[in-house]
């Protein structure tokens, strides 16, 4: 690696914060009676220490530390959470973790705020150091943070961040300096201030400091649950979240997913009754799903992507070991050559009774063969999924699905973002 301790900052840098700063900025501003700066203006305070940005607007000293308070009086309720993470940050640090880079982070923002904008977006396990400004301290000078958040005995260094404080902070502390042009910073401001080297992207950034090493394995998510459990929505709405955390997300389906797959999906739900038998059918499950983890799965996750999938093996295990009472061994050992030792990291479950999945699949019209079995069937596919769930509580994330879709949603992402947390 090229190197051994890599700091970032937060702003700019890891993430999008320019709603939630601007928007408590100017309510600071209007709070003390004095009239709000244009956006252009308000940009310019992304980065520095607010209260120096402040007092270079013209505010006196008393006048600017009550800006200060108010904006993060504001900011603790409301700005902190608008922040979304720059797409392909967390396959950056997943990967600087992997290969044993020390991580940290050095920002002028409050600690408090900051260690909440990181576990609300999925990524505080990836530091191994948060270095920022207490709340009862109204400036700190970037070199002193970055001092701080330095590892003992590091032997080449980087500082990563947007703005010429990052740049000029590195250079006193005598590591190398690396500026990114996709945060509130310009080239010029960058490479006057001393930077190094300075990334147009993401993707430069992640190409200079990994040089030749892949991108660590990407996450493996799966949805279950029985038919009208809402999972197609679950997943729409858990997809955009994880993008607005940075993830490059890969939503796939199962069976399905790639032509081959897609091809058997059609034989396997065709609404006519087709003959198939029950062995045939866990076959034709096992068969679409080793052309669906070869073609699809498996090299998302190598580019280090999350991989979002609605049905993987356990379906197979509800559905055919339960459903058609084939047995979870027999399932097991048809799909094992299928699933090429892949196994989902975190799994989410939509639990709905039986008799609640049957009168939402019949609302919606029109019903696949599978989901036109009888209430026996469905009864044991649902036994079986809470089987499955109490014997994986350290992968299976068990969630009521009879709630509002809106609460179930909020329910699910938070839920999903403490397993990533803690994975």
Same mark, same amino acid.
């Given at each position: 690696m090229r190197y051994d301790a890599v700091l970032f900052d937060?702003?700019?840098?890891?993430?999008?914060?320019?709603?939630?700063? +601007?928007?408590? @900025?100017?309510?600071? &501003?209007e709070r003390l009676g004095l009239p709000a700066p244009d956006e252009a203006t308000l940009r310019t305070l992304i980065g520095p220490p607010l209260m120096e940005g402040l007092m270079n607007l013209g505010l006196e000293e008393a006048t600017a530390r009550e800006g200060v308070r108010i904006y993060r009086e504001r900011f603790s309720v409301e700005g902190w959470c608008d922040n979304s993470v720059y797409t392909g940050i967390p396959a950056l640090l997943r +990967?600087?973790?992997a290969r044993g880079v020390y991580v940290a982070l050095a920002t002028a923002k409050p600690e408090k705020f900051a260690r909440m904008i990181l576990e609300h977006c999925g @990524?505080?396990?990836?530091?191994?150091?948060?270095?920022?400004? %207490?709340?009862?301290?109204?400036?700190?000078?970037?070199? *002193?943070?970055? %001092?701080?958040?330095?590892?003992p005995g590091a032997v080449r260094a980087a500082m990563v961040g947007d703005r010429l404080y990052d740049m000029r902070g590195a250079k006193a502390c005598g590591v190398e300096a690396i500026g990114v042009l996709y945060g509130y910073g310009?080239?010029?401001?960058?490479?006057?201030?001393?930077a190094d080297y300075v990334a147009g992207t993401v993707r430069d950034l992640t190409g200079y400091l990994l040089g030749d090493e892949p991108l660590a394995r990407g996450v493996f998510i799966t949805m279950e649950g029985m038919d009208g459990s809402g999972k197609t929505t679950q997943i729409d709405m858990l997809a955009g979240w994880l993008r607005k955390c940075g993830h490059e997300v890969d939503v796939t389906r199962e069976p399905g997913g790639c032509p081959?797959?897609?091809?058997?999906r059609q034989i396997l739900l065709a609404a006519e009754e087709n003959g198939l038998t029950d062995a045939a059918e866990m076959l034709l499950f096992a068969a679409a799903r080793a052309q669906h983890v070869s073609d699809r799965i498996l090299?998302?996750? #190598? #580019?280090? %992507?999350?991989?979002?999938c609605d049905r993987f093996e356990d379906s197979s295990v509800a559905f055919q070991g339960g459903g058609r009472e084939l047995g979870e061994e027999l399932v097991r050992a048809v799909n094992?050559?299928?699933?090429?030792?892949? =196994?989902?990291?975190? +799994?989410? $479950?939509?639990?709905?009774?039986?008799? $609640?999945?049957?009168?939402r699949r019949r609302e919606r019209g029109a019903m696949d063969r599978i989901e036109q079995q009888d209430a026996g069937f469905h009864g044991r596919v649902h036994d079986a999924y809470i089987r499955l769930a109490g014997r994986n509580p350290?992968?299976? &994330?068990?969630? *009521?699905?009879?709630? =509002?879709v809106g609460e179930i949603a909020q329910t699910v992402c938070g839920r999903v973002m403490e397993r990533l947390n803690a994975w």
């Open positions: 937060l702003d700019g840098t890891l993430t999008e914060s320019e709603p939630g700063i +601007t928007s408590s @900025i100017r309510y600071a &501003i +990967t600087l973790k @990524i505080a396990r990836y530091f191994d150091k948060v270095s920022a400004v %207490r709340m009862d301290q109204m400036h700190a000078d970037k070199a *002193d943070l970055i %001092r701080d958040a330095l590892p310009s080239r010029e401001e960058l490479e006057s201030a001393g081959i797959s897609e091809a058997i090299p998302a996750l #190598a #580019a280090g %992507r999350l991989v979002l094992a050559p299928a699933k090429q030792g892949l =196994e989902p990291d975190i +799994t989410v $479950l939509l639990a709905l009774a039986p008799e $609640l999945s049957i009168a350290q992968r299976v &994330i068990l969630i *009521d699905a009879s709630r =509002e």
